[in-house]
């Protein structure tokens, strides 16, 4: 935006004047601080960190949602399968599941502690033992804990307060 003389410069968003401390220049244009926002959500932008559409700044997930591709999931993920197409030939590949409408799904995990199926974005490893990440829990106080914090007595899981306070050196007078 050009200076105007006698005067400053006028924020992109509010058009008011635009001072030197609370001057940001992004997009090529002059901003205040709080005015440098998304232009959906209105989530205060950084500058480098912003994307633009129609001269109007949006964050990435907004811009995602909003701009990039269509598909399955939303903001950053945005984009992944598309869910039109405008080729409607057919596919020079065979559908090698046609007719069968459910996925057969075997050698699933198992929880150790619930039993239920443990998906690879949910599972945990934790002394060779397969889990849901909320699922470790410290049998004594049933906080949940993270793999480096596991301690484990008759196969039963401990945090190192419980398995200190249970199983450690007593004194006794």
């Known amino acids: 935006m050009p200076r ?11 058009e008011k004047s635009v001072y030197a401390a609370e001057e940001l220049k992004a997009l090529s244009k002059i901003w205040h601080k709080m005015c440098f926002k998304c232009s959906h959500c209105n989530k205060k932008l950084t ?5 633009e ?8 997930n907004c811009y995602g949602k909003h701009y990039g591709p269509k598909g399955v999931g939303g903001g950053a993920t945005a984009g992944c399968l598309a869910t039109t197409t405008e080729d409607n030939s057919v596919s020079k590949f065979k559908n090698t599941h046609e007719g069968t409408n459910k996925v057969n799904i075997t050698n699933q995990d198992k929880c150790y502690t619930c039993d239920k199926t443990v998906y690879a974005a949910e599972k945990l490893v934790v002394l060779n033992k ?9 049998k004594a106080c049933s906080k949940t804990l993270s793999p480096g914090d596991v301690l484990e007595h008759e ?10 306070r249970e199983f450690g050196p007593h004194n006794k007078v």
Do not use: L, Q, R, W
């Not at 003389?5 to 992109?12: I, Q, T, Y």
């Not at 500058?47 to 994307?51: K, R, S």
């Not at 559409?53 to 990435?60: A, E, N, R, S, V």
């Not at 196969?155 to 200190?164: A, F, L, M, S, V």
């Open 53 to 60: 559409h129609d001269d109007k700044p949006y964050c990435k």
């Open 155 to 164: 196969n039963e899981i401990y945090c190192k307060t419980c398995h200190g």
């Open 130 to 138: 397969i889990f849901h990440k909320p699922c470790v829990k410290c």
């Open 4 to 14: 105007v003389f006698g005067g400053a410069p006028k924020c992109a968003s509010c």
């Open 47 to 51: 500058p480098g960190m912003e994307t």
